[in-house]
């Protein structure tokens, strides 16, 4: 699909859904209509190595741009993530070396294009001008920004209200992204809500260094597989881009019914009328929601791994967990016959911590031979082989040492 081939109206309305804040619709009309690919800009500060669905919302619309005859420019953050997005922090985060930024990097534009087509992407590494700028050059970056209108954005107006440091290099952070627009010389630029001030503060750049400025657009952010905080690492409540399509497809089955629509609408390519029937359907109770979280399971396996690992993905979820059957295939681990405590065992196993190991008892989450442990001070013979479970996808072969 090209620029020319579609009306600038049309592109609009396409470009417009699901989007949570856009700065200003009038002003991406104007320039959907001077005809020209437009320069569409996304950051992404490579803190962590791995990207995860959080990250596809924002993705899946610059793949939107992309289709339509638009230059996407993804700009790899080497030089800002040293430095720290504060976004929504309530302390200053500790900065990374450079050395963890480029390996996390590594990996970063290869999941991007699951996603995105890669002859089509311009890559950009911002330590490229970053990391040439003089003292004079950041000292006139940040002339151009006032104190006060740094702390009109929430979380430092927070900070500084309840007396908790903020450093000068997170008044820095800002700046540097909006410099990437002037360096890129962006017509568009995509984030998450939590990054709209950034954005904003990129318009306002731009036009001190006499370039017209860019287009801002938000996408909502949602919720992990807990449905509570936000997906992230951090909370383990994500679903990875390289997660087992088994994985992925357990996961997406594990989030609450409120989400199944949410996940839909910002993570598939569903037309709306499929989306209105879906909420209506599961609003008035006249369909199981698992049906519809099935689908939408095995649509973002697709996504992700393609057609028939997608069908295999629900075929070992409904052998497992629908019909309550012990997979053909485990991992196996083989240990002395005898007895052992029972998160003894499991730390030993590598399952986790001692205490996360007690929690997942006292959750009801540890089978042993299809018989629930519900003490963690339970002791479990092992005598020859014998099915370890351990919450709703790890299943363990525990074999007795044969060998005298």
Request: aromatic share 8%.
């Amino acid at each position: 699909m090209s620029t020319l081939k579609l009306p600038p109206e049309e592109q609009l309305k396409i470009l417009k859904r699901n989007c949570v804040d856009l700065v200003s619709e009038e002003e991406l009309l104007e320039r959907l209509k001077s005809g020209r690919p437009l320069r569409v800009k996304l950051g992404v500060d490579p803190s962590r190595p791995d990207l995860h669905l959080g990250h596809a919302v924002v993705l899946k619309k610059l793949k939107q741009f992309q289709d339509l005859g638009h230059q996407i420019v993804l700009i790899i953050g080497d030089f800002t993530a040293m430095i720290g997005d504060p976004s929504g922090r309530n302390t200053t985060r500790p900065m990374l070396s450079r050395e963890e930024v480029l390996q996390n990097a590594k990996t970063y534009a290869e999941q991007a294009f699951m996603i995105l087509d890669k002859d089509k992407t311009e890559i950009r590494y911002n330590n490229e001008w970053l990391g040439r700028m003089t003292f004079a050059d950041v000292v006139k970056l940040a002339s151009k920004y006032t104190v006060a209108r740094m702390l009109e954005r929430e979380d430092f107006a927070k900070r500084y209200a309840e007396g908790t440091p903020i450093s000068i290099s997170e008044f820095l952070y800002p700046l540097a992204q909006a410099y990437d627009s002037v360096a890129i010389q962006a017509d568009v630029e995509l984030g998450g809500t939590d990054q709209l001030f950034n954005l904003m503060v990129g318009r306002k750049i731009q036009e001190e260094y006499g370039q017209q400025p860019q287009i801002v657009m938000t996408m909502p952010i949602i919720e992990g597989t807990d449905g509570k905080l936000k997906m992230s690492k951090s909370y383990g409540n994500y679903v990875g881009f390289t997660d087992e399509p088994k994985d992925m497809y357990g996961k997406i089955m594990s989030i609450p019914d409120e989400l199944i629509v949410k996940y839909a609408r910002l993570l598939t390519d569903a037309d709306e009328d499929f989306l209105s029937k879906m909420e209506k359907e599961i609003n008035e109770k006249t369909v199981n929601p698992r049906d519809y979280k099935m689908w939408l399971a095995r649509e973002i396996v697709r996504q992700f791994h393609g057609e028939h690992a997608a069908k295999e993905a629900e075929e070992y979820f409904v052998t497992v967990f629908q019909k309550k059957e012990i997979p053909d295939e485990m991992p196996e681990k083989v240990v002395e016959p005898g007895e052992y405590n029972i998160v003894e065992l499991l730390f030993n196993l590598g399952i986790g911590t001692k205490s996360e190991i007690k929690r997942l008892i006292m959750q009801g989450g540890v089978y042993w031979d299809n018989s629930r442990i519900d003490n963690f001070k339970t002791t479990v013979s092992v005598v020859s082989e014998h099915i370890l479970r351990v919450g709703k996808r790890l299943f363990i072969k525990i074999a007795a040492n044969q060998k005298r």
